[in-house]
């Protein structure tokens, strides 16, 4: 298991930028998990947008954000970053930060993570 903290949201102009950070703790140092960044808006189902390995090596994003969002981690500050950039108002909802085992199943959907952050508010607005 591992405990994720979410920060670094806010209220940013369309066109800005925002980088989010993910700070885990690990009961298990050498557990290996996927890391993964999902937002929800209020009546609407939570909805993928980044993930990466545990390794570092292999990222993925949904298409709305594909050559606007990077994912990154630090593994010395124990960190996962969601650096987003040209923002737009549809991007606005709460961004949570999301574990899973490493490997297991696919990185997209929700019900494969097993342990999730409080959740960061980013607003955009025109």
């Known amino acids: 298991q591992v405990q994720l903290v979410e920060s670094g949201g806010g209220l940013v102009q369309a066109g800005g930028s925002l980088r989010l950070s993910c700070a885990a703790s690990r009961r298990n140092r050498y557990s290996l998990y996927d890391m993964g960044w999902f937002r929800q808006t209020p009546g609407k189902e939570r909805e993928f947008v980044a993930a990466?390995?545990?390794?570092?090596?292999?990222?993925s994003f949904t298409d709305s954000v594909k050559g606007r969002f990077t994912i990154s981690t630090d593994n010395a500050k124990n960190t996962v970053y969601l650096q987003m950039s040209n923002l737009k108002v549809e991007d606005t909802a709460v961004y949570y930060c999301?574990?899973?085992?490493?490997?297991?199943?696919?990185?997209?959907?929700?019900?494969?993570?097993?342990?999730w952050g409080q959740g960061t508010q980013v607003t955009v607005s025109s």
């Open positions: 990466i390995s545990s390794s570092g090596s292999k990222t």
């Open positions: 999301a574990a899973k085992p490493a490997g297991a199943y696919g990185d997209t959907y929700a019900t494969y993570y097993t342990d």
